[in-house]
C-alpha cells in the first residue's frame, strides 16, 4: 500500500509538491530500458548487416585474394587497375544515367499520381487507388524481372504481339541499346513509384487546411496552389524520396541482370552487375571490393550535393 502511495516533495518555499509513486518510477525504468534495449538491436543489426561489411570490403579492396590462395596486399593497385578499366568506368556511367533517369521519372510519376489521388473526395475511392499503385513494390524485383522479359520479349512478347495486331512493327524492346535502357527504367519506375506515391500522399494530407483557404480567398487556381503552396510546403518530402531513389537505382541489379544481362554489349551493365562478375564469378575479391568502395563514394557524394542543393529548395515549417 505504501508503494503505491505518491511521494511527497517540499520544496525550500514550503510548497508541498507531489512526486511520481514507487510503480510509477520502475514502470518508467521499464518503459525506458524496453526502449534502450531496442535501440541496441537496431544499432547491432546495423553494425553486423552494414558496418562491418563496408569496413571488412574497404580493408580487402587493397589486397589481392580469389579465395584459393591467401590474400596477398597490393596497397592502391586495384583503384589503380580501375582508374584504366574501360568496362568499369562505363558501367559508372551507365549506372549514373540510369540514376538519374529513375529518380527522375520516379518523383514526376509518384507526385502526379499522389496529387490527382489526393483531389479525389471520396475516402474509399483514395483506398483503392493507394492499394492499387502500392501494390508492385510488394511483389520481389526479381519476380517482376522475369515477368517484365517475357513481355516485352521482342519476337514472343505480348507487347509486340498486340503492336502487330493493330498494324504496328515490334519494337526491339531488349535487343536495342535505346529500347534496353528505355525498357528497365520504365519497370524501375513503374515499380518503385508506388513508395514515393504513398510519401506525397501523406504529406499533402498534412497540409495545413487553413493556408489552402487563405490561397483561395485570394484567388489562387489549382495549379498555382500547386506550384506555389503545396510543392514548398511538402519540399522536404521531396528531398527524402528523391534520396532514397537515388541510392536504390545506383544499386540497381536484378532488372538488367535477368532482363538483359547487361545487354546488348554492355549498354546496361551496372557497376553492381561489374563488381558481381569480378567477385563471384572471376573470383577477384579485392578488386570487387575496391569497385564497391568507389560506387559507395559516389552515392555519398551526390547525395551530399542533393543536401547542398535542398539548402536553397526546400522549405522547413
Do not use: C, H
Not at 543489426?45 to 596486399?73: C, E, K, M, N, Y
Amino acid at each position: 500500500m505504501t508503494a503505491a502511495l505518491e511521494s511527497v516533495i517540499t520544496d525550500p518555499a514550503g510548497t508541498v509538491r507531489r512526486g511520481p509513486s514507487r510503480g510509477a518510477r520502475r514502470t518508467a525504468r521499464r518503459e525506458a530500458s524496453f526502449g534502450y534495449g531496442m535501440i541496441a538491436l537496431a544499432v547491432g543489426f546495423v553494425g553486423l548487416f552494414t558496418a562491418i561489411p563496408i569496413v571488412v570490403s574497404i580493408g580487402l579492396s587493397f589486397f589481392s585474394w580469389d579465395v584459393l590462395t591467401p590474400p596477398r596486399f597490393i596497397g592502391l593497385q586495384n583503384y589503380e587497375r580501375m582508374a584504366g578499366d574501360s568496362t568499369v568506368v562505363q558501367s559508372f556511367g551507365v549506372t549514373l544515367l540510369l540514376g538519374v533517369s529513375i529518380v527522375v521519372l520516379q518523383i514526376l510519376v509518384g507526385l502526379g499520381l499522389a496529387v490527382l489521388v489526393n483531389n479525389r473526395r471520396r475516402a474509399g475511392t483514395k483506398a483503392f487507388f493507394r492499394t492499387v499503385f502500392y501494390l508492385p513494390l510488394l511483389a520481389s524485383t526479381a519476380s517482376v524481372a522475369i515477368f517484365m522479359g517475357y513481355l516485352f520479349d521482342a519476337k514472343f512478347g505480348a507487347i509486340n504481339y498486340y503492336l502487330q495486331l493493330v498494324g504496328l512493327s515490334g519494337v526491339p524492346w531488349l535487343t536495342s541499346t535505346w529500347g534496353a535502357t528505355a525498357t528497365i527504367v520504365l519497370i524501375t519506375v513503374w515499380q518503385q513509384s508506388g513508395f514515393t506515391f504513398v510519401l506525397f500522399v501523406a504529406a499533402l494530407n498534412s497540409v495545413p487546411e487553413d493556408v489552402l483557404e487563405a490561397a483561395a480567398i485570394d484567388g489562387a487556381g489549382p495549379l498555382r496552389t500547386l506550384l506555389r503552396i503545396k510543392l514548398p510546403l511538402i519540399s522536404p518530402t521531396i528531398l527524402f524520396a528523391a534520396v532514397v531513389a537515388f541510392i536504390n537505382s545506383m544499386q540497381l541489379f536484378d532488372q538488367p541482370y535477368i532482363m538483359t544481362k547487361g545487354g546488348p554489349g554492355s549498354s546496361t551493365t551496372t557497376a553492381t552487375i561489374v563488381m558481381y562478375q569480378t567477385a563471384f564469378q572471376n573470383l577477384q575479391f579485392g578488386y570487387g571490393s575496391a569497385i564497391a568502395i568507389v560506387l559507395l563514394l559516389i552515392i555519398l557524394a551526390i547525395t551530399g550535393l542533393q543536401f547542398l542543393a535542398a539548402r536553397k529548395l526546400v522549405f522547413y515549417q
